[in-house]
């Protein structure tokens, strides 16, 4: 192109070859960047391309990002949303407008959220927080799950829904949090070192049902790692989707994808516990079968070899059938021994049930920070308070308070 302009200047250019070469010398110049902007004026074609301006306050560029790029974004963007994209400059000559071709884009700051996260994974990567011989094993036969997640989240729902599924008998106790917003990092951990003090669990679940980087970052925050790592209780993370990865994922002594799938790790399924009785009791049958099959083939080997000890026979073909009276007594025996455990078992985890001793009328009294009362020294008068009944639970408030006589 220098060499163009340095000629006479009788030799004129065509305004394609102008356009041609601008093209060329802003894709040549400018290797793929990151930019970031206001959106303005965006429309999306019929042919699933997006054309939008990118601007600041003082300035502003047409933008293009094809179909097959932004397919690749989780949203559709908005008008006057704040981005960073990664993009090559051209030039539309058909129009002769200058323009971006948008190769990726994202929320503004996710950059730096992206690079705080890979910040603090290496710092305790490098201090061992992550490493496979700190883990805990996770108690195949918990009598209690512990939960830290908010209330009104869909993933306890999930979540107890689960342990009902598998374990009914499984009492489960709430450690109630925010999970997201302003502070709810230290409210997190907070919930996380109470459940550690309280040491009522066999098994912490800390869980939050899916979302954006931003909706996910308390659990990548570093004071919810610091407690998770301190946590003597074995602990399972259950954060966001199958996808999503988190620093507290890295530090639990187990990750699931979800916090279903945290719940299903958590406790042992009861039907797989009654198929495997089920598959007990068959083997236990078909090894009596089998030895009964064993000692009549052995008989008749003996009779073939005897000439005529006709009543030596009768009295072995006598000691047999007892043999097999015995064996079929200690079978029953053994199946009705396992059989009333069962039963005992599933009397047990039914009266386990933390629901069923509510729909008796009883109910669970707590206090606003969630921390259930079991002594009137506790209560002060005119204190709010939160009673669960079997169906539905009230807030109350303390008119008088009695003590007890001790």
């Known amino acids: 192109m220098a060499s163009l302009l340095s000629t006479s200047s009788k030799q004129l250019l065509s305004v394609s070859d102008l356009t041609r070469l601008t093209k060329e010398l802003l894709e040549t110049s ?34 293009v990002m094809f179909k097959g790029r ?99 008998g499984i009492a489960v106790i709430i450690y109630p949090t925010p999970v997201q917003g302003k502070g709810s990092a230290e409210l997190i951990a907070n919930a996380i070192r109470l459940a550690d003090q309280r040491q009522e669990v066999d098994t912490l679940l800390i869980c939050r049902g899916g979302g954006s980087i931003e909706d996910l970052w308390s659990f990548n925050e570093e004071v919810v790692a610091r407690a998770i790592a301190n946590c003597r ?30 719940a299903e790790l958590a406790c042992p399924d009861q039907s797989q516990l009654r198929l495997q009785v089920s598959q007990l009791q068959l083997r236990l049958m078909r090894a009596m079968q089998s030895l009964l099959q064993k000692q009549a083939q052995t008989l008749d080997y003996l009779s073939r070899r005897m000439i005529s000890p006709t009543q030596q026979l009768q009295q072995q073909k006598q000691s047999l059938e007892q043999w097999q009276h015995r064996l079929q007594l200690a079978m029953q ?74």
Not at 31 to 59: C, Q
Not at 253 to 260: E, G, H, I, Q, W
Request: net charge negative; hydrophobic share 40%.
């Open 333 to 406: 025996h053994l199946l009705d021994t396992q059989l009333r455990r069962l039963d005992h078992f599933s009397t047990s985890l039914q009266q386990l049930n933390p629901h069923q001793v509510l729909a008796r009328g009883y109910a669970i009294v707590q206090k606003t920070d969630g921390l259930a009362v079991t002594d009137s020294r506790q209560l002060t008068s005119q204190e709010s308070l939160r009673v669960t009944l079997y169906k539905g639970s009230a807030e109350v408030v303390v008119t008088q308070v009695i003590k007890p006589d001790d």
């Open 70 to 168: 932004n397919s690749l974004v989780e949203s559709m963007p908005r008008e006057g949303d704040s981005i960073e994209a990664r993009a090559t400059v051209t030039l539309y000559e058909a129009r002769g407008d200058f323009q971006l071709t948008i190769e990726f884009m994202q929320p503004a700051g996710l950059g730096r959220l992206y690079e705080a996260y890979e910040q603090l994974k290496q710092r305790l990567q490098a201090e061992g927080l992550f490493d496979q011989s700190r883990k805990q094993f996770i108690p195949s036969d918990p009598h209690t799950i512990g939960v830290v997640t908010s209330p009104d989240a869909a993933a306890l729902r999930d979540v107890i829904t689960a342990i009902r599924r598998r374990h009914p």
């Open 233 to 262: 209780l074995p602990t399972i993370s259950g954060v966001g989707h199958e996808t999503d990865f988190t620093i507290a994922d890295f530090v639990a002594d187990l990750r699931a994808a979800t916090p279903t799938a945290a």
């Open 30 to 63: 400018f290797p793929l960047f990151w930019v970031s902007g206001e959106i303005s004026n965006f429309t999306r074609a019929a042919s699933g391309h997006w054309y939008f301006s990118l601007k600041d306050a003082k300035a502003q560029v047409r933008c």
